[in-house]
């Protein structure tokens, strides 16, 4: 599938990653559904990029808002065939911290965003793709997950964080079998460490230093090569039921 005839949603598509994958969809021709909780920044999205773009706020952990939310991107894309999960929450917490024990209520809070949220949009949003035309590849769509190099080298305090994303790396294969029979291909990207809004608040020292840990290019990757990824993910119909790293070869550290 060309880039240019993708009808996409974003998931977390108001900022970092998923703003960065619009973006570069909506310059290639096509046309996104941004689905975000942040309604400033994502009205301000929608308003600088203007009528191939469309703002919903949505709850991705909310299975009557994404049923509204699919079909209201249907109507304005004439129809679905990428999804780009990007929606995502992370913390820092010990299993047994200064405090006691780790917080339940909000281990299953990141398990809920994270891995049941994508979970979420992808099987409504895969329905959807279902009853799409075929494309001159025989594709009806493609699903491309976000998960984290922590799904993989997962950090102390990163329990929950690391719990979600290895989740979605592990239902990558198993969906993409079964969506097979559709002509839907699915995909994960496991970024490394990306210059996101989570990192805005740390002094540009803190980031350089962060950075200097990837091996090449020794710096934080950018969403706008993230967002390179996405797209070939979307043009290269043999790319189906993997999980890639895109993390400049950085393995993290316990701490």
Known sequence: MNVKASLAIVTGGASGLGEATVRNIFEKGGKAVIFDQSEEKGKRLESELGEAVLFLKVDVTKEEDIHEAVNKAADFLGEV???????????????????????????????????????????????????????????????????????????????AYSASKGGIVGMTLPIAREL?????????????????????????????????????????????????LVQSIIENPMLNGETIRLDGAIRMQPK
């Open 180 to 228: 097979a029979r559709f002509g839907i291909r699915v995909m994960t990207i496991a970024p490394g460490l990306f210059h996101t809004p989570m990192f805005d608040t740390l002094p540009q020292e803190a980031r350089d230093s962060l950075g200097k840990m990837v091996p090449f290019p020794p710096r934080l990757g950018y969403p706008a090569e993230y967002a390179q």
């Open 81 to 159: 065939n990428t999804l780009v999960n990007c929606a995502g929450i992370g913390i820092a917490e010990k299993v047994i911290g200064r405090n006691g024990a780790h917080n339940l209520s909000l281990f299953s809070r990141v398990i809920n965003v994270n891995l049941i949220g994508t979970f979420n949009v992808i099987r409504i949003a895969a329905e959807k793709m279902s009853g799409n035309k075929v494309n001159e590849q025989n594709e009806r769509g493609v699903i491309i997950n976000t998960a984290s190099v922590a799904a993989f080298d997962g950090q102390i305090g990163q329990a």
